[in-house]
């Protein structure tokens, strides 16, 4: 069955999450993807464990879990970057490409005639993506930038946590999360212009501007008012009552989207009485009140179990549901049929476990084609197949460590 990207092919300089989000998510939608890595080490996250999927041996770096969530239906090749000989097989890679996605720092491939206006005129209709934490101009566009960083410069962390409380992070890196997504959107955006100009372009994504971007209700909150949001633990800012409740044996979360599903809880929880008064009829209400209202609500909520709360709200459809552990995740029955674990297999035949994409596209479905793979896995592959240079070259490049 044709894939929905059959024929353009990426070539991958990008390391960690952010840019290997976007690129496996190219690959999954069929584009051939050649991940670019150092010889010996390759990508940093190979080593960010344990747990780790396969140990370190002689001939191969460790390969940690977290390596195998973003680089599945890849090649990789091992060249070193800092040799001439090097950047020549990458360029001539590129004269070949559809897409080239790197996050080094600003000007930092520029030494090795890999930036974006010389390999512009290798080929001009290259899509090449430059992820950074700050983007390519600014005061701050010399500076790293990593997940954890942003989320704090970036203002998320101000809004996460208890409100009596420090500043918290979110459980999952999901700036570079998002910058993926950002990005394969951009990529995906520049594809379909060049049908018409003819002509690739440069991307520009920054960690920063993402994070700002995805602020979301509460960046407009702030916008709108002056005022900065306070951080309310599982509260929403904007709804009430929308967040977690103890109940008498856990927690459940309760999301109340309007007055119609206000009243229905006040019936199920008996308390009637709560959705007729003033202070809390209406969802602006509700907010303003909320000190009130929720201290209140949580003495209803404590009165039973999780699965009592679960089962009287759902048959009257007011939303809520249980907070969940990892292991109660992928053992839910709508998880496993959405088949949102697959197994695809290495190297070496063996079965690895993949969070599947949630993108589910009726007449060219995504590929789970083989698991991340080990480092220089497909260096001869792609020297000879898609390159096409002779075994004397070939052999001269692994004999001259260009190549490993």
Known sequence: MTSALENIKVIDLSRILAGPWASQMLADMGAEVIKVERPVKGDDTRFWGPPFIKNATAEQPPQAAYFHCVNRNKQSIAIDITQKQGQKVIKDLIAQAD???????????????LDYQRVKEINPRLVYCSITGFGQSGPSAHKSGYDAMIQGEGGLMSLTGEPEGPPMKVGVALVDVMTGLYSCNAVLAALMARQHTNEGQHIDIALLDVQAATLANQG??????????RRLGNGHPNIVPYQTFATQDGSIILAV??????IQFCQVAQCSDIAEDPLFATNAQRVINRDKLVPVLAGKLA??????WIEQLERVSVPCGPVNTLEQV??????????MVKQIANKQG??????ASPINLSATPLQYNSASPDLGQHSHQVLSKTLNYSEDDINALFRNHIVS
């Open 99 to 113: 897409v080239l996605i790197e996050n080094y720092k600003v000007g930092g491939l520029a030494k090795y005639g």
């Open 220 to 229: 407009m909150n702030y916008l709108t008012t002056g005022k900065n949001p």
């Open 257 to 262: 989207g309007n007055d119609n599903q206000f």
């Open 303 to 308: 009165s039973y179990t999780s699965q009592w």
């Open 330 to 339: 992928f053992n839910h029955p709508q998880i496993k049929h959405r088949e």
């Open 350 to 355: 063996e079965l690895i476990d993949t969070v």
